[in-house]
């Protein structure tokens, strides 16, 4: 079976750019969980969405974020416009049922550099 | 809020040497606990995990743990490390019935040849 496939790996952007993040979860799992690690806070969660529809986005930082689960296995992280600050990896996780066993499958990470 | 605090930022030690990393959490209910790894350039992946029963809780790679929930500590440990084992190592607690993962600072783990 294929883990959570996020892309891209790599990316470096200007200040103002937009940035998409894309996540692909696990076949047969429902809920999904977008994290940011950086140096300084650790890894936070930003939002929670379990079968597509947004249960808590409490640790999204501010409205120039946003995110979407379109359909069952895809979601997008969004940043509009970006800032040097939002620079960190971000993780997709995801697991089946309602998670609160709370093993989460982690994909590799999206390194963005914001200039 | 829960929270999870790691004791140590960094570890270095030689191979064939003991680790001990330690967990404390702060939640007001029950818990399951977690320990997650960090390789290099990896993503995180589960070592081990505490739902109920028995608090020594064996994972992969000759990893345990053990809850102790007087103390609030979930430490990890393993007798013998190998080179290998450098990674980041997290700490994580929810709640029962509580989907929101909250994990600690991380502590990272040098293991030398």
């Known amino acids: 079976d294929a883990g959570v496939i996020q892309s891209p790996r790599h990316e470096v952007t200007e200040m103002g750019q937009e940035v998409t993040l894309r996540c692909k979860l696990i076949?047969?799992?429902?809920?999904l969980f977008w994290y940011r690690q950086t140096m300084m806070r650790g890894l936070e969660l930003l939002i929670y969405?379990?079968?597509?529809?947004?249960?808590?986005d409490s640790g999204m930082p501010e409205d120039r974020f946003s995110a979407k689960m379109p359909n069952a296995s895809f979601s997008t992280l969004k940043i509009q416009p970006s800032e040097p600050r939002d620079s960190a990896v971000y993780f997709c996780?995801?697991?089946?049922?309602?998670?609160?066993?709370?093993?989460?499958?982690f994909g590799e990470g999206s390194r963005l550099t914001v200039l | 809020a829960q929270s999870v605090s790691q004791h140590n930022h960094h570890v270095i030690l030689s191979e064939a040497a003991s680790l001990e990393l330690g967990c404390n959490y702060s939640?007001?209910?029950?818990?399951?606990l977690f320990w997650y790894v960090q390789y290099p350039g990896q993503h995180l992946q589960l070592l081990l995990k505490?739902?109920?029963?028995?608090?020594l809780v064996k994972g992969i790679k000759g990893f345990e743990a053990e809850f102790i929930k007087s103390k609030f500590s979930f430490n990890l440990r393993k007798p013998s490390v190998q080179w290998s084992d450098t990674a980041e190592y997290f700490c994580?607690?929810?709640?029962?019935?509580?989907?929101?993962?909250?994990f600690g600072a991380g502590t990272t783990v040098t293991v030398r040849a």
């Open positions: 996780a995801s697991t089946e049922g309602h998670s609160d066993t709370g093993e989460l499958f």
């Open positions: 076949s047969g799992h429902n809920s």
């Open positions: 969405f379990n079968n597509n529809v947004p249960i808590d």
């Open positions: 939640y007001g209910g029950t818990v399951n």
């Open positions: 505490y739902f109920s029963g028995d608090p």
């Open positions: 994580a607690v929810n709640g029962l019935y509580d989907y929101k993962l909250s």
